[in-house]
């Protein structure tokens, strides 16, 4: 009982459940496509149903104002980061040049739209204190799990509270490279400044692993 049927043309039936999650997941997407074109201010619930392709009445059924939306985007997104650090971090591990290949992955990490999106809602956090709320939660569990996973890079355990100092001095210098290049029009500019960053951070990574 409670097993999903199968209909005669041989495709298991989703179940309730399965329907829901996959709905949640649709709107979700949405919403980081709506911070990302038109930014916190410029998403509206209505938008967000246009994105996804579903009614107003579906939305609102899944979430029932923008702010229970956005709430819900932000856990969405914090996933989707972590799991993209955990995946992507195997290949640092097999560089042998691990300082380098960790800053090109912190760089990489901090592209694209998921965290354009991301950065859209730290912003609007700023004065408002649920979102504030929401990420004061989960953005450390998001930090945490990258640091610890290149910290375990280096097997000993003194130097890892150092090499994990040194990845939380990279992202802060990075973030605050990408918040500044937004109303930059040279693009190529935040990758020069990265890399001019870059140079100190190595020093000081080399100087912990000596």
Request: hydrophobic residues 45%; aromatic residues 6%; proline residues 3%.
């Amino acid at each position: 009982m409670g097993e999903a049927t199968v209909p005669s043309g041989g495709q298991t039936r989703r179940t309730q459940a399965e329907r829901t999650a996959a709905m949640r997941t649709r709107l979700l997407d949405a919403t980081v496509q709506c911070l990302v074109a038109y930014g916190y201010a410029g998403t509206t619930t209505a938008r967000v149903a246009e994105l996804a392709g579903v009614t107003r009445g579906a939305q609102v059924h899944h979430f029932g104002s923008k702010e229970d939306l956005v709430v819900a985007a932000i856990e969405h997104l914090a996933q989707q980061r972590a799991q993209s650090a955990i995946t992507q971090l195997g290949r640092v591990r097999t560089n042998p040049d691990p300082i380098s290949a960790v800053l090109d992955f912190i760089w990489e990490e901090h592209q694209g739209p998921v965290f354009v999106a991301t950065l859209e809602l730290w912003v609007a956090a700023r004065t408002d204190p649920t979102l504030a709320r929401e990420i004061d939660r989960v953005e450390p569990i998001v930090n945490s799990t990258l640091v610890a996973a290149i910290a375990q890079l280096v097997p000993d355990e003194a130097m890892q509270r150092d090499i994990r100092n040194v990845v939380y001095t990279a992202m802060d210098a990075l973030r605050g490279i990408l918040v500044a290049s937004f109303f930059d029009q040279d693009a190529g500019r935040a990758r020069r400044r990265w890399e001019r960053a870059c140079e100190n951070i190595r020093r000081i990574a080399t100087d912990v692993l000596a």
